[in-house]
């Protein structure tokens, strides 16, 4: 069945050492737009996420949140370097012996002497945190394409609802066809006989003229050809894979055809029917800009 471009969903992966939180959102777009928010130390991740979320979406803007904490003391160790401590203390001591300043030597104006401290930020190993995010990214992915694929049953409802009227009304536009060759041929007999009294009408000339105007306002080759492009579409509501594109394309196929026969139908219950048949196109051609 047919997806939707319009999803979300969200995956959540903890350990001892971190917690993982992913979350997708989708929304109609022309080709696959793909964004992610994720910390940057995490950033070089970013190509197999892409490959990830582009195996299971074709197109739509695709907006990916990565979320890590780590659980480890946020992953810094700081280190104290003792011997410039003793100097910084050695020259306090100077400043408030020689020159008589009051001795408020604490920890925190030790602290403001950034120089003290060392941090090393401890290693990670990349495939281990990726592994963590993936889990989530799956999980996120699988509600993801759950929801996708709900909302895609529900155009598909709808799609096949507008195709029937299409369908019925092409149905009527064959059937009414021929009695407007009758009804044309009858009017012009009568035409004849109005204008001439009594005078005999020309068999042979009457049949001509309505052959001529029978062949003027055939929409046979227009009806047949939306039977099959009705037909087309309705396959495509039942495929799985994505179709959006070529939706678009057909309906632009079918509109033409509805066109064609409505500039023929000089005959107003045709013309009515091929101003509906415009409308509920026109709804198919709004629902479309959901699909994948």
């Not at 929409?219 to 799985?240: C, N, P, W």
């Amino acid at each position: 069945m047919i997806k939707s471009m319009t999803g979300f969903g969200r995956g959540v992966f903890e350990n001892e050492k971190r917690s993982v939180t992913v979350e997708i959102k989708s929304v109609n777009h022309r080709f696959f737009d793909f964004n992610l928010k994720i910390y940057r130390i995490y950033s070089k991740f970013e190509d197999r996420i892409r490959a990830e979320v582009a195996a299971a979406v074709s197109r739509g803007k695709i907006d990916v949140y990565v979320s890590v904490v780590n659980k480890q003391e946020d992953g810094v160790d700081v280190k104290l370097d003792r011997s410039l401590l003793a100097g910084y203390l050695k020259a306090y001591a100077l400043l408030r012996d020689e020159y008589g300043l009051k001795d408020d030597i604490s920890v925190m104006t030790v602290a403001r002497n950034s120089d003290l401290f060392t941090q090393n930020k401890i290693e990670e190993d990349d495939e281990e945190v990726y592994a963590d995010i993936k889990t989530a990214l799956d999980a996120a992915l699988t509600e993801f394409s759950a929801m996708r694929k709900a909302e895609g049953e529900h155009l598909a409802a709808d799609l096949t609802g507008y195709l029937e009227k299409l369908e019925k009304a092409t149905v009527f536009i064959k059937e009414r066809s021929p009695q407007r060759v009758s009804d044309y041929r009858a009017r012009l007999e009568a035409k004849i006989k109005e204008l001439l009294g009594d005078v005999n009408v020309d068999e042979q000339r009457l049949i001509i003229e309505t052959a001529l105007y029978a062949d003027k306002i055939a929409v046979d080759e227009e009806t047949a050809r939306l039977e099959s492009h009705f037909k087309q579409f309705r396959k495509m509501i039942g495929s799985g894979e994505p179709i959006g594109k070529k939706m678009d394309f057909l309906v632009q196929e079918i509109n033409r055809e509805i066109n064609t026969t409505g500039s023929k139908s000089n005959d107003l219950e045709m013309s009515n029917t091929v101003v509906e048949m415009k409308s509920e196109l026109e709804k198919i051609r709004e629902q479309i800009q959901n699909v994948e």
